[in-house]
């Protein structure tokens, strides 16, 4: 008999079908938003242009707050003055530590935000260090040099005040005081983008671009999108800068433009923090759905008995909940029984008992009423079979969100799953009570 049990088990583990096994994890899945983007930043950007020709020698370096009357620059007929200002910085022995904290402000966020993949932004960081150091230089010996300047004559130079107010910037690209609405496609191709920096001791004509001043803290985003219905009923959304992973929040708009959908980010701060940058790399940060991990493949559905919650009572020796049931004796009697079967699922207004519980056309009596309910409608519930103990169980699951192979159920369902549960895979192959064969 031994023998005979141990060749049966064995044909029936080697030769019998096995069911795949899924431990349930913990997951999270993106609801709406997936993936980084490429921002083109709009700002309220004003280009001052050279009252004549000369050598132009910056006091204030980039990303420098300005005020209307605040001297800017030197603009120099004779060039003479260029070569007064390196003698006089000789004899600054050490910068500012303002000036300092200023040029390491301006590493760091290169280092920060370097790409190896665009290698040309080592050519303008180049750039931008040599101007801002000319720069703080010429603002801190411009005192030194006053009587020598007067002794040049007034015809050879003149010092250039601001007549606006806002945040100076020693570059040109194109996109001053572009709008939304003159927004293209093209615009997104970094490799098509130019910038133009103005540096200390450049030779300008009449005319030329000298500097910017950005003169609001309110700027824009404009991002290319796929699809405008994920920002539908939002107002704002919150995002994440990848240059530094600061986080923000901005008001949202879309709009549709030559066949292309694009979305427009508003801020209201952090305009100085990506002032050198005209593209901005952002992540959208939604509300993800957290909870257990299943495989698609793993949901079946069950059929159960609704019943109205009203016709649910307590009853017998017990405080365990149950229906009074209506039975009819061989003479034709009838008598109530309360039974108490188990009720997969409650809600604010229906019981879901499994349908081995009742049969159909079974009576149920209201408690203290004569009401009746005949049992009869049924629903189909997802669930997901475990089989902790070897013996298929089903588990009703509520799904919180998805991807492509996965759902995320709630943890908190009662009765239902749990973490490190074992989930068969196929649940359409298996019945409640099945013995499975792992």
């Known amino acids: 008999m031994i023998l005979i049990y141990l060749v049966v088990y064995f044909c029936v583990y080697f030769f019998g079908s096995r069911t ?29 242009t050279s009252p004549g020709t000369g ?14 009357g605040e001297q800017t620059y030197i603009l120099d007929s004779s060039g003479k003055i260029s070569a007064k200002l390196e003698e006089a910085a ?3 022995s050490i910068l500012s530590e303002d000036n300092l904290n200023q ?32 720069d703080l230089i010429n603002g801190s010996v411009f005192e030194s040099i006053n009587q020598d300047l007067a002794e040049l004559g007034e015809n050879t130079y003149q010092i250039v005040s601001s007549d606006i107010s806002g945040v100076v910037m020693h570059n040109t690209d194109g996109y001053e005081g572009m709008t ?19 540096k200390t001791n450049d030779l300008v004509s009449e005319g030329d671009p000298i500097y910017k ?13 796929d699809d405008a219905s994920a920002f539908e009923e939002k107002s704002y959304v919150n995002i994440e800068f990848l240059k530094d992973n600061i986080t923000a929040s901005a008001d949202v708009e879309t709009f549709t433009k030559a066949g292309n959908t694009y979305a427009v980010l508003t801020f209201d701060k952090y305009m100085i923090r990506y002032l050198a940058d005209r593209y901005v790399q952002i992540r959208i940060l939604d509300d993800t759905d957290e909870g257990l991990k299943i495989p698609k493949t793993a949901v079946a559905e069950r059929q159960y008995y609704k019943i109205p919650i009203e016709y649910q009572t307590q009853g017998g020796n017990s405080s365990d909940y149950g229906f009074n049931k209506e039975v009819i004796g061989e003479d034709g009697s009838t008598s109530i029984t309360f039974v108490t079967p188990k009720i997969i699922r409650t809600t604010d207004t229906t019981c879901y008992v499994d349908t081995s519980e009742f049969n159909a056309g079974d009576i ?38 998805e991807n492509n192979t996965f759902y995320i159920i709630s943890s908190k369902m009662s009765g239902g799953v749990r973490l490190y549960d074992q989930v068969i895979r196929n649940g359409s ?10």
């Open 55 to 68: 050598y132009v020698n910056f006091f204030v370096g980039d990303a420098t707050p300005i005020s209307v």
């Open 213 to 225: 001043v950005i003169t609001s803290e309110t700027w824009k985003l404009v991002i290319q999108i």
């Open 429 to 438: 192959k298996v019945s409640e009570g099945d013995v499975v064969n792992r």
């Open 90 to 92: 000789k004899n600054q």
């Open 20 to 48: 795949s096994i899924y431990e349930v994890t913990q997951g999270s899945v993106a609801s709406v938003f997936d993936g980084q983007y490429t921002g083109l930043a709009l700002r309220e950007e004003t280009i001052v």
């Open 103 to 134: 040029i390491k402000d301006t590493i760091h966020d290169f280092d920060t935000a370097f790409d190896p993949q665009n290698y040309y932004d080592v050519y303008a960081f180049k750039y931008r260090l040599e101007s801002q150091i000319l």
């Open 180 to 198: 939304t609405d003159q927004i293209e496609s093209s615009d997104f191709k970094k490799a098509n983008y130019q910038k133009h920096i103005i």
């Open 364 to 401: 149920l009596i209201k408690p203290e009423t004569n009401d009746r309910y005949q049992v009869n409608e049924k629903e189909n519930l997802q669930g997901v079979y475990t089989v902790n103990n070897g013996f298929a169980a089903f588990r009703l699951i509520e799904i919180i969100g």
